[in-house]
């Protein structure tokens, strides 16, 4: 089999890496990949929502599957460009049509469906300029912290946690009025604050049946403590700690269950992963998003501990098989850290060639590549996020320990990461 996985990010050449793995597996084209996927299988210069392309590229190649890696091309309906078309209708595709992908393209539809199905989320309205008035009324008699979100996607920065209303009313209307997030923001939602501990859980699903995947943690802000800038994710470890069969099963319970039969009931079709953004609540788990994919850094350290063959995983999906899959995990804990380029998540410098990458042993710590490109065969930096390296441990502290010290042996001009990954766990592994 031929497989053309879309996007070009760490995420990606974890997929990559995994799918080398499989004898099933040929050829692997990445699209556009970076330095790492290089490696492993053929880069394709395209553009991830350039459809026409994608298409040609699959019959030209003669894949079978295609791994769709961002949101963006799903949002914008690959699944559905590719099902309308007779050429390429039997490309069987990881990812969920367009109309199921609004439960990541669009926050009101996600909350529609979840108060639907009966899936606790956080208490919610939402409004648009034609109801400013009564927007700000509501606002005015919310208690704090108040959420306001841009309805569509914002690049991971539509979420805004305001501590007054003052600060809630100026966001609300920055987004309406002046259109701060253009055509995402036409749509804001304001939501009730949700306090607890966030955890990431995802499926892969067929819309009918699903597999469990290993749990995860991300870490969003840029400064050590969980302190500054939102980015797109500076480390994340799998398993969680808290997380215990009791927990995974009031998930299963309230949230994933009911969501699938939520999709099926709406005929929704869906054949991929379902990403759970959770809150753990003093009151229970809680849905603070949905995204059709898989997260990134998550997928990072989620990936190596699933010991099945991952195109096996992806052909049950499309092979009505998937309710006998077991999933088989590694016991043992990852820690993924990423390195990014100075001055991330704000403005910063690109094409910085990236020293020692052969220097320690493979085996012990995996290096997945993010925002990198080759030069005349040297790997440079091309991207905020540039490396994410993973690593085992028998706790999660041990696995991220071994990632920074992995990351201490590489080098690129104004390198940046944090070193402090699972930070909250660090007692508990001590003890
Ligand atoms: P999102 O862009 O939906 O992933 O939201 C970004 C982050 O904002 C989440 O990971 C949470 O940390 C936080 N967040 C979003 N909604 C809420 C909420 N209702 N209560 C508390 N925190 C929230
Ligand atoms: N790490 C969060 C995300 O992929 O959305």
Redo the contacts with the bound molecule.
């Keep these: 089999m031929n497989i053309l996985i879309i996007g070009g990010g760490g995420r990606e050449h974890t997929f990559t890496w995994k799918l080398k793995q499989s004898k099933k597996v040929n050829q692997i084209f990445i699209l556009p990949g970076n330095a790492g996927t290089a490696s492993l299988g053929t880069n394709l210069p395209i553009s991830t929502t350039n459809f026409e392309a994608i298409g040609k590229v699959c019959l030209e190649e003669n894949i079978s599957y295609v791994i769709v890696g961002p949101e963006e091309p799903l949002v914008k309906g690959i699944v559905d460009f590719f099902s309308a078309d007779a050429k390429l209708k039997n490309v069987k595709l990881i990812g969920p049509g367009l109309a199921a992908s609004k439960l990541e393209g669009s ?1 009101s539809f996600a909350k529609a469906f979840m108060e639907k199905h009966g899936i606790p ?2 208490s ?1 309205r939402h409004f648009s300029l034609e109801t400013l008035k009564e927007g700000s009324e509501y606002i005015r008699n919310h208690p704090l ?1 108040i ?1 306001i ?1 841009a309805d569509g996607l ?1 690049a ?4 805004i ?1 305001c501590h007054s209303h003052i600060e809630a009313l100026a966001e609300f209307e920055l987004i309406l009025q002046r259109a701060k997030f253009g055509e995402a923001g036409k749509t804001v939602v304001v ?6 501990i ?1 955890v990431s859980v995802f499926v892969l699903t067929d819309g009918k049946d699903f597999v469990l995947l290993p749990e995860a943690k991300d870490y ?1 802000q840029v400064g050590a403590g969980d302190t500054g800038l ?1 980015t797109g994710g500076m480390g994340s470890i799998s398993p969680v700690p808290f997380f215990d069969k009791n927990l995974e099963q009031k998930i299963k319970e309230k949230i994933i269950v009911p969501t699938i039969n939520g999709l099926a009931s709406d005929k929704l079709d869906y054949k991929g992963f379902i990403f759970f ?1 959770l ?1 753990i609540t003093r009151k229970g788990p ?1 849905v ?2 949905y ?1 059709c994919r898989m997260g990134d850094p998550e997928t990072e350290s989620v990936i190596p501990r699933i010991q099945n063959d991952l195109f096996d995983l992806f052909a049950a999906v499309h092979n009505g098989t998937l309710g006998s899959m077991v999933i088989q995990t590694d016991p043992r804990c990852t820690g993924t850290v990423v390195a990014v380029s100075g001055g991330y998540p704000g403005v910063y410098e690109k094409g910085y060639p990236i020293q020692g990458l052969d220097r320690f042993n493979l085996e012990d710590s995996l290096v997945f590549h993010a925002g990198t490109r080759l030069e005349n065969n040297i790997p440079v930096t091309s991207g905020g996020r540039v490396l994410a390296i993973t690593s085992f441990g028998s706790n999660v502290t041990e696995a991220v320990e071994q990632s920074v010290y992995a990351l201490e042996q590489i080098s690129f001009e104004d390198m940046y990461f944090r070193n402090d990954i699972g930070f909250e766990f660090v007692e508990l592994n001590r003890q």
């Excluded at 939501?191 to 607890?196: I, M, T, V, W, Y």
């Design positions: 926050k989320t956080a919610y912290p959420v979100k914002a991971g920065k539509g979420v946690i939501e009730e604050f949700l306090s607890g966030e969003k939102n953004g809150m809680y603070i998003e995204n």
